[in-house]
């Protein structure tokens, strides 16, 4: 049995009204040329968005990384970008590149979460799917399923979690990676991710290697000062059996927690839990919103999806976050609504200082 490669891969190439939602059309297209490739490059796919990421699940053989499996995502991309430009969508080809699509995605405005793995006997897998949150929004979810007994009993009563998990984090400013052992390092791990504007979790691995959760990691284009493509990233985490449960995978996001994102890429928001229908952005652009897919793999298909998400059991975080959000909104352009200054290097707001810079005197003390 070959192995099995979930690539989740999501841009956002127009939307409407404003950053709100993709159009069913984009979806109805996107869902298409991926069918079409079942039995050839895809061995199953799945298509859905969230508020205006439109976001591709597909399964092969291929591996991560895989140049054939990202130009296919990158064309059905350009493809959904010409129906958005025939209706006229809001920022349509948004995180596609301007010039000639070299055949790649990564690196580009698209995010990318992928892993490779030899199938269990049953295999439930969930995927995360989130809108106007920066990229650094799991750091908090991935270290409760994965490091926080409080969350995840299993760490403690089951003898196949009981060793722990390595956390694989990324600086996106200094461009480098370390690895952190938990329990043994949760501190140096909290250090770290406890930034996550800064470093981001990238992977978490049994400490036998085998993976068990992997995120998208992007960061905002300082050059142009843009939040393209910033704002939607995606997590897969491998469930059950040597893992964490899918409750304990889900339980974290009772939690109504402030994350970077929200409107214009410059605020911080709380991240609220939503089942499919309610994955539209509206209240000043948002609130962050995450959906969670689940899925068994079975053989390289997706028997599924189940909507995590659309269940009473969260009904009491989405209150506790909407209250959150009547408070921080009520702080308008001030920080910590605001995101800090130095966040904020990478929005349009150095523009406009940039126009206040000969106004400035000295104070002459
Ligand atoms: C945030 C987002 C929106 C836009 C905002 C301004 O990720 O997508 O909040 O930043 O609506 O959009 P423009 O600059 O296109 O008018
Ligand atoms: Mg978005």
Not at 47 to 71: A, K, W
Not at 279 to 292: E, K, L, Q, S, Y
Request: one cysteine or more.
């Amino acid at each position: 049995m070959p192995r099995t490669t979930i690539s989740v891969i999501n841009a956002d190439v127009g939307s409407f009204p404003g950053h709100s939602r993709t159009h069913p059309k984009l979806l109805e297209t996107a869902a298409q040329m991926l069918k079409s490739e079942r039995g050839k490059l895809l061995t199953d796919s799945f298509v859905t968005h969230c508020g205006d990421s439109l976001e591709l699940i597909m399964m092969h053989t291929r591996g991560i990384y895989n140049e054939e499996i990202h130009r296919l995502a990158g064309n059905v991309f350009m493809e959904c970008t010409k129906v958005a430009k025939s209706l006229k969508l809001y920022e349509a080809g948004q995180d596609m590149p301007a010039g000639a699509f070299a055949g790649n995605v990564r690196g580009m405005g698209p995010g990318v979460a992928e892993m490779e793995f030899e199938e269990r006997e049953s295999d439930p897998v969930l995927i995360y799917m989130a809108d106007k949150a920066g990229p650094g929004a799991w750091n908090f979810y991935l270290y409760k399923i994965f490091a926080d007994p409080f969350n995840t009993p299993g760490l403690v009563i089951d003898p196949s979690l009981h060793e722990g998990f390595v956390f694989e984090v990324h600086d996106l400013v200094g461009k480098r990676k370390i690895s952190f052992a938990c329990p043994e390092e949760s501190y140096n791990l909290l250090a770290c991710v406890g930034a996550p504007s800064r470093y981001i979790i990238r992977h978490v691995f049994k400490k036998d290697g085998t993976i068990a959760a992997s995120t998208s990691t992007r960061r905002l284009n300082k050059e142009t000062g843009q939040v393209m493509g910033e704002d939607d990233p995606v997590m897969i985490v491998r469930a059950q059996d040597g893992f964490p449960s899918m409750g304990e995978a889900i339980e974290p996001f009772t939690i109504p927690v402030l994350v970077a994102g929200w409107m214009r890429g410059s605020h911080h928001g709380p991240f609220m839990p939503v089942g499919l229908c309610d994955a539209n952005c509206t209240r000043f652009d948002g609130p962050p919103r995450v959906i969670c897919l689940g899925f068994q793999v079975t053989n390289g298909t997706l028997i599924g999806p189940a909507d995590m998400f659309d269940d009473p059991g969260f009904d009491r975080v989405r209150a506790r976050c909407n209250k959150l959000a009547d408070t921080i909104r009520a702080q308008g352009p001030f920080e910590p609504h605001r995101l800090s200054r130095e966040e904020m290097e990478y929005t349009t707001l150095p523009a406009v200082e940039k126009a206040l810079e000969l106004r400035w005197e000295p104070l002459g003390e």
